[in-house]
């Protein structure tokens, strides 16, 4: 339940801390922190409109859409304390159920016929695919690492003590990042801010959504950024004291949301082509952590 | 017989123009382009008469600094040869004239209507079923953008036929801002509506139009300007260029999602504009030129006040630009991106900046200089590769290069002196102006009757050639990339619709 607790928390403030760095990296006051929350409030109040070309499919996928990530949210732990749901496998569950909540999304997206949403669901389709294999060799590695197979039990029995542990969760916290960026269609990979359907990637899929469906999604986005922040903070608070590990958790999450506002301030996005070059890296990156594994099991001469 | 040469802002009686027949005039024209690469169409037009049409044609010659008119009367019903075929710059002047009187061309390549006018010759054509070109095909997708543009900009309809995310054909219909601008220019008779009128042909460009139709009345009146009023001109031209390159720059960045650069240059844009104010009372410029006035003196004082503001915005503008053009992120979209090749811009008579980014040297203030323009040798800036980022860095060297005429001209400020009274326009009199745009060369055409009352009005934005080179630009590109290609130009719409 503490997971759940602090993702809540955490979603509460990541936008509007992204969105306020941005403002101050520019030169703006900018809204305040609370904006994106009061936004999604104002949606949960409005009717939503329909269009007459979509089916039923259209009017599911935003709730099946936050039910995943709801779902996601509550296989994750907290450093000792298991997530509401915990097996043996979880983090395949994990993965999956995301992606279950995306296919809806995507399927969403084509139900409206519009050419642009059918283009933002080509791009989101092939970006997860290519972002795939990175999740998995990595969770992949820390469970040979750590001999098991459930988030919690894996995150409680990292040691990070040899300086090769070091550079393998700093690699690892590279990739759940982008990971994040990529999953949230934040920069470099799509731009969050744009007006111009043509270049969008998740924002278009969502153009036909409207008030309260919209809001869904808009709410499903911000759990899924403190979702991976908090994967990125199990990392690293195995055994230590949840007066620490809480701290260290909002530091952490904090700290993120600042970094993304600051890539979105001082750097162009990809060009599209290049987007699917950059993500197969985060895959050699993930193998790098498979290979350090093998060296420190010493399955590997 | 030889077509007659003018000067830009020159006026001649109409019926100097020497008339030929079309097979004569045909093969003038198009001799004309072929023979010299320096002589382009500036303006092609019909004018309606009660024994059919007479057609215009203006043709540039950049080396010799005179513009050939030459024109031939024909019959509406009659089948003709078209120029295009030939020579793909005059494909759009064609396709209006088309429209107009309803011409018919027996071998134009793309003979459909430019706009839909309330008074289009073929009423049956409507906008709402415009024959875009289509392709049938499984792979193939086709993606239709617009009228309505997701940004708060103006009306246009772009068809793209895509293979995945690469785009192989664009085809851009226009004409939904279609205010009938030449229309009500013949038929307003005050000096001050048609000032407004030639103010509002392209918001952007309010100081280019209004330049381009106040040196053509003043032409047809016989109106000798003053230093002052040449002055101010120049200097509000310049003033104007800065401003919307600056602004452009900022919005180039947005579209890459460069935030810094996006915010920099938008802040270093509302000095410039805020110095239009404090002289002329408009940031935009509206009610700034008058034909023979010079509404708005250039005080010593303005001239301390114009080098603090360039003082300031100098240095943040190159700090900006240095930071941009070292960004490997920012570099990666522009560079190699949406191409326009050296000869494809000839080809379709591409003007302005547009054409010197692919090593076209067309500039009006060298070739057909007026006002201040022969004191300033401008040195034509060309680059050759054609792509976004020539046309990014074109802006910033622009900008450099009317920062420097504006210091040089603020020391040295003409003296007062007194302005002749206009006097009532010329008797049956073809006029015609060139004006370097920021966008490029603006042509006006006025043709007046036996009361001296405009009969005939011709704007030419220089949108109206440069469009068709974004549609060749983004070929082959990625469609993600549209947005930044169609920004590197930035077209006018209403500046093609009028």
């Known amino acids: 339940m503490l997971s759940v607790t602090l993702i809540l928390l955490a979603a509460l403030f990541f936008t509007g801390i992204i969105i306020r760095t941005k403002s101050l990296a520019s030169g703006r006051k900018g ?132 300086q090769i542990s070091y550079a393998m969760a700093a690699l690892a916290t590279f990739v759940l990042l982008m990971i994040a960026m990529i999953e949230n269609s934040r920069m470099p990979i799509d731009d969050p801010k744009t007006h111009l359907e043509l270049t969008m990637v998740h924002e278009v899929m969502i153009l036909d959504n409207s008030g309260f469906d919209l809001g869904l999604i808009l709410t499903a986005g911000y759990l899924k950024f403190a979702l991976y922040g908090a994967l990125i903070v199990n990392l690293f608070i195995g055994v230590i004291p949840y007066q620490y590990a809480i701290s260290a958790f909002f530091g952490i999450q904090f700290l993120m949301a600042v970094a993304i506002g600051l890539i979105e301030s001082f750097m162009a996005r990809f060009r599209m082509s290049h987007n699917p070059q950059f993500i197969v890296v985060l895959t050699s990156v993930s193998l790098l952590i498979f290979f350090g594994v093998l060296l420190i099991l010493q399955k590997f001469i | 017989m030889k077509p007659i040469s003018i000067k830009n802002n020159q006026s001649i009686p109409r019926s100097s123009i020497p008339e030929f027949s079309y097979e004569a005039f045909f093969a003038l024209n198009t001799g004309l382009v072929a023979e010299k690469p320096e002589i382009h169409c500036v303006n092609y037009f019909g004018i309606p008469e009660t024994d059919g049409i007479q057609l215009i044609c203006c043709m540039a010659d950049d080396l010799e600094q005179v513009i050939l008119i030459s024109s031939c009367k024909i019959q509406p019903d009659r089948i003709l040869p078209s120029f295009s075929a030939k020579l793909f710059c005059f494909e759009k002047f064609e396709r209006e004239i088309h429209e107009n009187f309803g011409v018919k061309y027996s071998d134009h390549p793309w003979l459909k209507p430019v706009r839909y006018p309330i008074d289009r010759a073929d009423q049956t054509q409507q906008i709402a079923n415009y024959p875009f070109y289509s392709i049938d095909s499984e792979e193939l997708h086709e993606v239709g953008v617009g009228p309505i543009h997701a940004g708060v900009i103006e009306p246009g309809h772009f068809r793209f036929i895509c293979n995945g995310e690469q785009i192989l054909h664009l085809e851009i219909q226009l004409g939904y801002q279609h205010r009938g601008i030449e229309k009500l220019m013949v038929q307003n008779r005050e000096l001050s509506r048609l000032v407004t009128l030639a103010e509002s042909i392209a918001g952007d460009t309010v100081i280019g139009h209004t330049t381009a139709f106040a040196q053509i009345w003043e032409s047809l009146c016989g109106f000798k300007t003053t230093r002052e009023i040449d002055f101010s001109r120049t200097m509000a031209l310049e003033l104007e260029r800065i401003a919307i390159h600056t602004g452009d720059l900022s919005a180039l960045c947005t579209d890459i999602a460069y935030q810094l650069g996006s915010s920099v240059f938008g802040r270093l844009r509302t000095p410039i504009i805020n110095f239009m104010q404090e002289w002329g009372g408009n940031r935009l410029s509206k009610g700034f030129i008058r034909p023979g006035q010079n509404r708005f003196r250039f005080t010593p004082e303005l001239a301390a006040r114009l080098r603090e503001v360039l003082d300031a915005f100098t240095p943040d503008f190159l700090e900006m630009n240095k930071e941009l053009f070292s960004l490997p992120s920012a570099l990666s979209r522009f560079e190699r991106t949406g191409v326009v090749s050296t000869e494809d811009a000839s080809a379709i008579g591409a003007v302005g900046m547009a054409a010197r980014t692919s090593g076209v040297p067309r500039d009006i203030r060298t070739t057909h200089p007026h006002s201040l323009y022969p004191e300033l040798r401008h040195e034509i800036k060309v680059k050759r590769h054609g792509d976004v980022y020539s046309r990014v860095q074109m802006r910033k060297n622009e900008v450099i290069q009317s920062i420097g005429y504006l210091k040089s001209m603020a020391a040295n400020l003409p003296t007062e002196e007194p302005i002749p009274t206009l006097s009532a326009p010329g008797e049956g009199l073809f006029a015609l102006s060139l004006v370097e745009g920021w966008r490029g060369e603006i042509c006006h055409c006025a043709v007046t009757g036996s009361k001296g009352e405009l009969v005939h009005y011709k704007v030419k934005d220089p949108s109206f050639h440069n469009w068709l080179a974004l549609a060749l630009a983004v070929r082959n590109n990625e469609i993600s990339d549209f947005p930044i290609c169609n920004k590197s130009f930035n077209l006018s719409y209403c500046g093609h619709d009028l």
């Open chain 1, 31 to 162: 809204p305040g922190i609370m904006q994106p929350i009061r936004d999604v409030l104002r949606l949960f109040r409005k009717g939503t409109v329909y269009s007459e070309t979509t089916s039923f499919v259209f009017q599911l996928a935003p709730t099946v859409y936050f039910a995943s990530v709801v779902m996601a949210m509550l296989v994750v732990p907290f450093g000792q304390s298991k997530g509401v749901l915990s097996f043996n496998g979880d983090f395949i569950f994990f993965a999956y159920v995301l992606a279950l909540g995306k296919f809806f999304s995507i399927i969403a997206a084509l139900d409206t016929g519009s050419s642009f949403e059918g283009m933002g669901a080509s791009r989101e389709a092939l970006y997860s695919m290519f972002a795939e294999p990175a999740f998995f060799i990595l969770m992949g590695s820390l469970a040979l690492l750590s001999g098991h197979t459930s988030f919690q039990e894996i995150f409680a029995s990292l040691h990070i003590g040899s």
